[in-house]
């Protein structure tokens, strides 16, 4: 079986200083890169390699890139009220592959001491 074509990349505030060196290599070896803008600025992606997510969110410029070395960055835990569920939906198993880092709801109850199994959680996406 081929490697994924797709990596599924969790970022956060930190940028590339919090990637683990797993995440950080599926990144570096990318041709393109999906992001929020916010995402590609953070992992210091500009240029031809940088595309932009549109408004609205859709996946058909990622699709058109079927088969090509491509990474999404993402909001922290992909599958977490993330875009992962939604680009996972969409491809076979074997053609992606997710590096997830905590989520913000998960980073929220570490610092204030909840226990995530017994808060409550309502995702808001703009």
């Not at 970022?11 to 070896?29: K, N, V």
């Not at 500009?46 to 969110?57: D, H, K, L, S």
């Not at 890139?65 to 977490?80: C, I, M, Q």
Request: a negative charge; aromatic letters at 8%; one cysteine or more.
């Amino acid at each position: 079986m081929a490697d994924p074509w797709l990596s599924i990349i969790g970022i956060q505030e930190d940028g590339l200083a919090g990637l683990p060196p797993a995440s950080r290599d599926a990144l570096d070896r990318a041709e393109i890169v999906f992001g929020a803008p916010r995402h590609l600025e953070l992992a210091g992606i500009g240029g031809q390699r940088g595309r932009a997510w549109p408004v609205p969110f859709g996946l058909d410029p990622l699709l058109a890139l079927r088969g090509e070395s491509v990474a999404a960055l993402v909001s922290g835990d992909p599958f977490w009220h993330g875009a992962g569920g939604s680009i996972a939906a969409v491809l076979q198993t074997g053609e992606w592959r997710a590096f997830p880092a905590p989520g913000t709801f998960s980073l929220a109850a570490a610092r204030l001491g909840w226990r995530l199994e017994e808060t409550a959680c309502l995702g808001l996406h703009a």
